[in-house]
């Protein structure tokens, strides 16, 4: 059974950072891509970047140049550097390993709330 559990979101002002944490139960995220999604209200839950297993990411355009992914395969943990935020990043994000676009392999963490407002 593989569980996630996120952590670090909070509320932000436009321009700031803030680090979010997914602990994962299972030793996945050494095996497998592992990524970040978020849900915006009202929007369909999107990828926003994945990290391969040879270390190599991807990046949605709206987040590039401003997110960086990250893994620690001991922790079995993975990381999200969010800086510059922008209002449009609110969402509530949550990570698992990426089957499409839309759609985590396990079922989702509760996920941690990113708020960016003045």
């Known amino acids: 059974q593989v569980h996630f559990v996120e952590s670090g979101g909070g509320l932000v002002q436009p321009g700031g950072s803030l680090r979010l944490s997914c602990a994962v139960s299972g030793s996945i995220v050494s095996n497998y891509p592992m990524g970040w999604y978020r849900q915006a209200p009202g929007k369909q839950r999107e990828l926003v970047t994945a990290?391969?297993?040879?270390?190599?990411?991807h990046y949605a355009d709206s987040v590039k140049g401003r997110f960086i992914i990250s893994r620690d395969n001991a922790k079995n943990t993975i990381y999200l550097q969010m800086d510059t935020l922008k209002p449009e990043d609110t969402a509530v994000y949550y990570c698992?390993?990426?089957?499409?676009?839309?759609?985590?392999?396990?079922?989702w963490g509760q996920g941690t709330l990113v708020t960016v407002s003045s």
């Open positions: 698992n390993a990426p089957l499409t676009k839309n759609y985590g392999m396990y079922d």
């Open positions: 990290i391969r297993i040879n270390g190599s990411a």
